[in-house]
C-alpha cells in the first residue's frame, strides 16, 4: 500500500524550476504599474470633485512623465522595449490574427502583433488627454497650468477633449484586460506575472532573444531629464486669464 510519505519526492528527486530568460527590463515594468496607478489616481481624485483637483493635476504630471519616458526609451532601450522592435505591419498583424482564427500556437518573445498596437494606441490616448489637460479649465475655480498659453474657447475645447478622451482609454483597457486574461487562460503563458517579474520560461525565449541588462543607469538619466524638462515648461508657463479660473 503506497503511503503519502512514499508518493513525495526527496529533495534531491524534486522537480527543477523551470529556467527563466530576463524579457522584459525594469524601467519597462515600473513604467507599467506607475502608469497604472497615476491613471487610477486622476480618475478617482477628479471624481472626488474640485478640492482635490490639486492632486488630480499631479497625476496627471506623473501621466506625462511616464509617458514621455516610454516614448524615448522605446527608443534607446533594451530590444524588447524599442517600439522598432515590435510594431509589425498589417501582413504580421492579419497573419497573427489568422493563427488565432485556427488554434495554431505562436511564440513571441516581446509583445505580440496585437498586443504591440494596443501599447501604441494606449499611449497615444493617454498622452494626448494628459496633454489637453494642461490647457484646461472648469470656468469656475481651477485651469490647467498652461491654460494661460491659449485663448479661452481653445481651452474649452481642450477641456472637452481632456474628458471625452477618457471614454476611449476606458474602452481601451477594457479591451487590454480582456486580451491579457484570455491569453493567459487559453495559452497558459502568464504574461501578468512576467510584467512584475521581467521573466519568461526559456521555452517561450530563445537565448539570444534574452536581453542581458535594464541598462539601469541609462534609464534612470532619461528619466530624470523629463522630469527636469516637464518642470521647466511648467514654470515657466503664463498664469491664466483671470476670467479663466486661477490654478
Known amino acids: 500500500m503506497t ?5 513525495r519526492l526527496a529533495p534531491s528527486q524534486a522537480p527543477a524550476k523551470a529556467p527563466q530568460r530576463l524579457v522584459w527590463d525594469w524601467p519597462v515594468r515600473l513604467f507599467h504599474w506607475s502608469l497604472v496607478l497615476s491613471i487610477l489616481g486622476a480618475f478617482v481624485t477628479n471624481r472626488l470633485g474640485v478640492k482635490y483637483f490639486a492632486y488630480h493635476v499631479w ?34 498583424v492579419l497573419g497573427y490574427v489568422s493563427a488565432l482564427g485556427r488554434g495554431r500556437r505562436t511564440r513571441y518573445a516581446g509583445h505580440n502583433p496585437l498586443g504591440a498596437l494596443m501599447v501604441v494606441a494606449l499611449l497615444a490616448l493617454i498622452a494626448l488627454q494628459a496633454t489637453f489637460g494642461l490647457f484646461a479649465n472648469d470656468e469656475i475655480f481651477n485651469a490647467g497650468p498652461l491654460a494661460g498659453l491659449v485663448s479661452k474657447p481653445l481651452s474649452l475645447g481642450l477641456t472637452s477633449l481632456h474628458r471625452k478622451i477618457f471614454y476611449w482609454i476606458a474602452a481601451a483597457i477594457a479591451v487590454h484586460v480582456i486580451a491579457v486574461v484570455a491569453h493567459v487562460r487559453l495559452k497558459r503563458e502568464n504574461i501578468i506575472l512576467a510584467m512584475i517579474t521581467g521573466r519568461k520560461p526559456a521555452h517561450l525565449v530563445q537565448p539570444g532573444e534574452a536581453i542581458p541588462s535594464s541598462r539601469s543607469l541609462h534609464a534612470v538619466a532619461l528619466f530624470v531629464t523629463v522630469v527636469a524638462a516637464l518642470a521647466v515648461l511648467l514654470q515657466f508657463a503664463p498664469p491664466a486669464d483671470a476670467d479663466i479660473g486661477g490654478f
Open 3 to 7: 503511503t503519502l510519505e512514499n508518493d
Open 59 to 92: 497625476f496627471g504630471y506623473a501621466v506625462l512623465a511616464l509617458v514621455g519616458f516610454r516614448v524615448l526609451w522605446g527608443v534607446l532601450g533594451p530590444h524588447h522595449a524599442r517600439f522598432a522592435n515590435f510594431l509589425r505591419g498589417p501582413k504580421a
